[in-house]
């Protein structure tokens, strides 16, 4: 790390106090902070193609230039293999919707995050490219034809092959031309980001930034459109995707006149090409290099393709034929977002033995109610149960309930959330007290009700010793 100790000491005139890397991404290069006496902190960054490392200073300095919200770089080493850039912290927009794409609801705060990050695409796109010389940019200046060929090739070669889907390439190839030529007469003078999704973008000073951005070039609007709307698991509802995109055509009309009808045609097309490109990636990152993480993703772009092929791309007829045979494929099926995991909350009596599980899944989570004080015990209450309000009373005028809550709550949330980003169906919950009466009926009903609001997920409830199931 020498030479970014000499950028930093040539920047700052004092070396770094601390040198810390940071979580790598799925490309070739290695992300430092560095960290001053006084507490100031700059990105260091190493990567292994000078080329794509002079497109991202470049094509950096220009935006800046432009007015346009991006890190500056304050260095680069001679040999182009190191430089430094401003820190914009760690508000990666990906994580800061987490919760969003997680229950399939995204709050006001995340809505407005990512309103404000599509109203900023058009400047980038427009003013991006004036006088923007696309010489520097890397591996080649322009969206072309070549480009078409190598993504729909990659996603041939790299994810239709490995499912062992059988097909005629010469049919397929005739439809790749086909998209190509509509893709092609889109053509325009605009900058494409090529990669513009959540997890390109910060929030700094509550504001959108963009980062690596080295693989832009000349292109059509349309492609980062899709790209970001479509992202594969961003996991936007229909609803929200059409905010989005009506956010980004009141933005594009400062720039230029918009023919609604015709975008959105065209757009669909992008949005095909995009998801095909994505997939290809995925089969090579998973297939091949035999990276999970990518493997995991497929199930959020496989859903998009069903979602498009809902209307039929009657321009292409084969391809269409088959990538519904794709989304039909058992093994992706089975992964579809579309199947919600189901919770089912059980309360139940000790003495007459724990719930079995059904799902064949092993059981899930038993919790016991009998050190809640026991509101059963008095005459009074005998009758009545959890579900009634003198119960309900009873137990949270005790107060006990309420921390034996919060401790399950924090268990089971951190349960469904990973059972939703692994495409699990069943999860099972058990609440159990001496008579599955009173303490495990409200602990039963009161977890339904906190999942309920929190998950996009089925919840049954199973009161069993009353006999009572209800769905929520």
Same mark, same amino acid.
């Not at 430092?32 to 950096?60: C, H, M, W, Y």
């Not at 430089?83 to 912290?89: A, E, S």
């Not at 513009?196 to 700094?204: E, G, L």
């Not at 269409?320 to 579809?336: A, C, G, K």
């Given at each position: 790390?020498?030479?970014?100790?000499?950028?930093?000491?040539?920047?700052?005139?004092?070396?770094?106090?601390?040198?810390?890397?940071?979580?790598?991404?799925?490309?070739?290069?290695? +992300? @430092?902070?560095?960290?001053?006496?006084?507490?100031?902190?700059?990105?260091?960054?190493?990567?292994?193609?000078?080329?794509?490392?002079?497109?991202?200073?470049?094509?950096?300095?220009?935006?800046?230039?432009?007015?346009?919200?991006?890190?500056?770089?304050?260095?680069?080493?001679?040999?182009?293999? &190191?430089?430094?850039?401003?820190?914009?912290?760690?508000?990666? =927009? &990906?994580?800061?919707?987490?919760?969003?794409?997680?229950?399939?609801? @995204?709050?006001?705060?995340?809505?407005?995050?990512?309103?404000?990050?599509?109203?900023?695409?058009?400047?980038?796109?427009? =003013?991006?490219?004036?006088?923007?010389?696309?010489?520097?940019?890397?591996?080649?200046?322009? &969206?072309?034809?070549?480009?078409?060929?190598?993504?729909?090739?990659?996603?041939? #070669?790299?994810?239709?092959?490995?499912?062992?889907?059988?097909?005629?390439?010469? /049919?397929?190839?005739?439809?790749?031309?086909?998209?190509?030529?509509?893709?092609?007469?889109?053509?325009?003078?605009?900058?494409?980001?090529?990669?513009?999704?959540?997890?390109?973008?910060? @929030?700094?000073?509550?504001?959108? #930034?963009?980062?690596?951005?080295?693989?832009?070039?000349?292109?059509?609007?349309?492609?980062?459109?899709?790209?970001?709307?479509?992202?594969?698991?961003?996991? #936007?509802?229909?609803?929200?995707?059409?905010?989005?995109?009506?956010?980004?055509?009141?933005?594009?009309?400062?720039?230029?006149?918009?023919?609604?009808?015709?975008?959105?045609?065209?757009?669909?097309?992008?949005?095909?090409?995009?998801?095909?490109?994505?997939?290809?990636?995925?089969?090579?990152?998973?297939?091949?290099?035999?990276?999970?993480?990518?493997?995991?993703?497929?199930?959020?772009?496989?859903?998009?393709?069903?979602?498009?092929?809902?209307?039929?791309?009657?321009? +292409?007829?084969? =391809?269409?034929?088959?990538?519904?045979?794709?989304?039909?494929?058992?093994? &992706?099926?089975?992964?579809?977002?579309?199947?919600?995991?189901?919770?089912?909350?059980?309360?139940?009596?000790?003495?007459?033995?724990?719930?079995?599980?059904?799902?064949?899944?092993?059981?899930?989570?038993?919790?016991?109610?009998?050190?809640?004080?026991?509101?059963?015990?008095?005459?009074?209450? /005998?009758?009545?149960?959890?579900?009634?309000?003198?119960?309900?009373?009873?137990?949270?005028?005790?107060?006990?309930? @309420?921390?034996?809550?919060?401790?399950?709550?924090?268990?089971?949330?951190?349960?469904?959330?990973?059972?939703?980003?692994? /495409?699990?169906?069943?999860?099972?919950?058990?609440?159990?007290?001496?008579?599955?009466?009173?303490?495990?009926?409200?602990?039963?009903?009161?977890?339904?009700?906190?999942?309920?609001?929190?998950?996009?997920?089925?919840?049954?409830?199973?009161?069993?010793?009353?006999?009572?199931?209800?769905?929520?």
């Amino acid at each position: 790390m020498k030479q970014l100790e000499e950028l930093f000491i040539q920047y700052k005139h004092s070396a770094p106090k601390s040198i810390e890397e940071l979580p790598s991404s799925g490309s070739n290069r290695r +992300y @430092f902070r560095l960290t001053a006496d006084d507490g100031s902190t700059i990105i260091g960054v190493k990567g292994t193609s000078v080329e794509e490392n002079i497109a991202f200073v470049k094509i950096a300095e220009h935006f800046l230039r432009q007015g346009l919200p991006v890190p500056e770089v304050y260095g680069m080493s001679e040999d182009k293999t &190191f430089y430094i850039q401003q820190d914009l912290g760690d508000n990666i =927009l &990906f994580k800061l919707t987490e919760k969003g794409r997680t229950c399939g609801s @995204f709050n006001d705060d995340e809505r407005e995050m990512l309103r404000k990050t599509m109203a900023k695409l058009p400047a980038l796109q427009f =003013l991006g490219a004036e006088g923007l010389d696309f010489n520097v940019c890397y591996p080649q200046p322009e &969206f072309d034809e070549r480009m078409i060929s190598f993504d729909l090739n990659y996603f041939k #070669y790299c994810f239709l092959k490995a499912t062992g889907i059988e097909f005629s390439e010469i /049919k397929l190839e005739d439809d790749f031309r086909r998209m190509s030529d509509i893709l092609m007469r889109s053509t325009s003078a605009t900058f494409l980001y090529r990669d513009f999704q959540s997890r390109n973008v910060m @929030f700094y000073d509550n504001e959108p #930034y963009f980062i690596d951005f080295q693989g832009g070039r000349k292109g059509p609007i349309y492609y980062d459109v899709a790209s970001f709307v479509w992202q594969a698991k961003a996991n #936007y509802s229909e609803e929200l995707r059409e905010e989005l995109l009506k956010t980004y055509l009141d933005a594009l009309r400062q720039y230029m006149p918009v023919d609604e009808t015709y975008f959105r045609q065209q757009l669909r097309h992008f949005v095909l090409f995009r998801t095909l490109q994505v997939l290809g990636a995925y089969g090579f990152r998973g297939y091949f290099e035999k990276k999970p993480h990518f493997l995991q993703s497929v199930p959020f772009a496989i859903d998009n393709l069903r979602r498009l092929l809902r209307e039929p791309f009657k321009e +292409y007829p084969y =391809l269409s034929q088959i990538l519904t045979e794709l989304t039909q494929m058992r093994q &992706f099926y089975e992964m579809t977002p579309e199947r919600k995991l189901q919770v089912k909350i059980y309360s139940f009596a000790y003495k007459k033995g724990i719930p079995n599980d059904m799902t064949g899944n092993g059981g899930g989570y038993v919790f016991d109610c009998r050190a809640i004080n026991n509101p059963g015990k008095y005459e009074h209450y /005998k009758h009545f149960t959890g579900l009634d309000k003198e119960v309900i009373k009873f137990l949270e005028d005790d107060g006990e309930v @309420f921390k034996f809550l919060d401790n399950a709550y924090e268990l089971v949330d951190a349960h469904v959330q990973r059972f939703i980003e692994r /495409k699990f169906t069943n999860l099972m919950v058990s609440f159990g007290c001496t008579g599955g009466q009173h303490r495990s009926v409200y602990c039963a009903e009161r977890l339904a009700e906190h999942l309920n609001k929190k998950f996009d997920i089925k919840i049954k409830i199973i009161h069993r010793e009353q006999d009572i199931e209800k769905e929520l």
